[in-house]
């Protein structure tokens, strides 16, 4: 199956600050590379679907300009977290589909002070 | 995506069998039943799929009802780090990557007790 890299594992940051999430598809071409949120207890929340050389399509409630993707190559697709505030503090998850199932990268853990 | 019901926890005792049940009562023909778990801080793990035959690999077996109403997955000798929350999601399978995200519920907190 694919294997999928986050990088980093876990980012602080300060309030205010950008942070950037990385997510590469190590041995799959992913057209499409999809983020997830999730806050402690809860369940996975789709955020974006990110698109190889276009725009992301954003879920509903998910600021664009707050949560900027970009997906420029087959294999990397970046989520920057921008003006970052302690209620952003969440794991974040990337994933890309296979021919029949989804892989998921390894999560990044931000905590925003 | 049809919607999924699962017990929100279970224990188990180490090396016995953890039987995960789901309900979709409403589930579509073409859709499918995946089984993913979530170990603490980690990713989403892909187990086993079925449409209605029962399925079977190096991981868990899956047992669908006839009329598609319900599944369980099986662990057949849970070990310790089997420990993790399973999401059994229903959704049309997909060729060539797919265009929709996954639609996670609660799962079950599947604890596996020394």
């Known amino acids: 199956g694919a294997v999928v890299s986050q990088h980093p594992s876990r980012v602080i940051c300060k309030s205010g600050t950008s942070v950037k999430i990385e997510c590469r598809s190590l041995?799959?071409?992913?057209?499409?590379m999809f983020w997830y949120r999730q806050f402690p207890k809860q369940s996975l929340m789709l955020m974006a679907t990110?698109?190889?050389?276009?725009?992301?399509?954003?879920e509903q409630g998910v600021e664009k300009d707050k949560f900027l993707i970009n997906h420029a190559s087959l294999t990397l697709s970046t989520l920057t977290v921008t003006s970052a505030h302690p209620e952003d503090s969440s794991f974040y998850i990337c994933s890309v589909r296979g021919s029949t199932e989804a892989f998921f990268g390894q999560g990044t853990r931000l905590t925003v002070v | 995506d049809a919607k999924t019901t699962q017990p929100p926890s279970m224990d188990c005792a180490e090396g016995r069998a953890a039987n995960l049940p789901c309900n979709h009562s409403t589930i579509s023909g073409n859709e499918y039943v995946y089984w993913y778990r979530q170990i603490h801080s980690q990713g989403p793990q892909y187990i086993i799929h079925g449409l209605k035959n029962n399925e079977t690999n190096e991981m868990a077996s899956l047992i669908i009802t006839e009329d598609r109403k319900s599944s369980t997955l099986i662990l057949p000798h849970a070990t310790l780090r089997d420990t993790a929350v399973y999401y059994c999601i229903v959704r049309p399978s997909n060729s060539g990557g797919g265009a929709d995200g996954l639609t996670f519920g609660k799962g079950t907190h599947l604890i596996i007790q020394p």
């Open positions: 041995d799959f071409q992913a057209t499409t």
């Open positions: 990110s698109n190889e050389g276009s725009k992301a399509t954003y």
